[in-house]
């Protein structure tokens, strides 16, 4: 019995929590933007809101620049009981990055947010999944020297932003770190792996063909997460100057994407663990991945 519960309680919910102007486009610079006067908190209050209502605790991936100018909204996330994760300092590429510049990165990170928590963070997530083959030799590694248990950073397929096509599509240990990556969740779509679950992905697909995926995965034995960023809520952010295809990407399918979030988890509520609880679990031999 025991065992059957964990088949089908592995579903995980993630927020990334930054700002509307974080993203990684060719001549968007987020540093030129300015943190207060933005609806971030009242966007995240929507989120707990929603993950109250069915009862779901999530796992947050939190920019260490918003932790530092709006340490309130980590603590309100901790206090209701979700996982307070990290997601880099000020939302940097991985991929351009020297092994000791990420390392600085992400000391930066867990610094502040576990200066507010009071708990060590062991859950790391790339901003725009910017993780690369040629970057897998030192991440992992340095993730392991610096205290993490596991990473959600890897999308295993192909656009023309990132991801990795040949890389695992479920839970595992990608080197002898000893770090657990779970990658973003893929589907299959005219032979190809493209997301469904989570930001543009999520948006585009129609809710019902997104549930029969979840309900398909999970009886496979494979568990989905779902990620959503708080601006994806907000029909009235300010708007980034992006060409026609990466605006297409940014903004379309926002105005229903509350009611489609809130549809997934009144479905599949009973299913959701933190990414922490499961990391922890599969480290001791609890469960296996
Ligand atoms: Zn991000």
Known sequence: ??????????NFLTFDIEEWFHANYDGIDSSQYDF???????NVDRLIAICDTFNVKS????LGDVARHKPHIVKKLFDAGHEIASHGSSHKLIYPMTPDEFRTDIQMSSEILEQIIGEKVIGFRAPSWSVKSDTLSWFYEVLAEEGFLYSSSVYPAKNTLFGIES???????????KIL????????LFGNRVGYAGGGYLRFFPTWLIKRVVRAKNNEGKSVFIYVHPREIDIHQPRLQLGWM???FHYQGIAGCE???SLLLEEFSSSFIRMDDYATKVSAGEISV
Do not use: N, W
């Not at 065992?3 to 592995?10: A, E, G, H, P, W």
């Not at 890389?167 to 770190?177: G, L, M, R």
């Open 181 to 188: 990556e779970i990658p973003q969740s893929v589907m299959k």
């Open 1 to 10: 019995m025991a065992i059957l519960l964990f088949m089908i309680t592995r």
């Open 167 to 177: 890389f695992p599509d479920t839970p595992h240990y990608p080197s002898s770190a």
């Open 36 to 42: 207060q006067s933005t609806e971030l908190e009242a």
């Open 59 to 62: 796992t947050c991936f939190i």
């Open 259 to 261: 009611e489609k979030l």
């Open 246 to 248: 990466d605006g297409y």
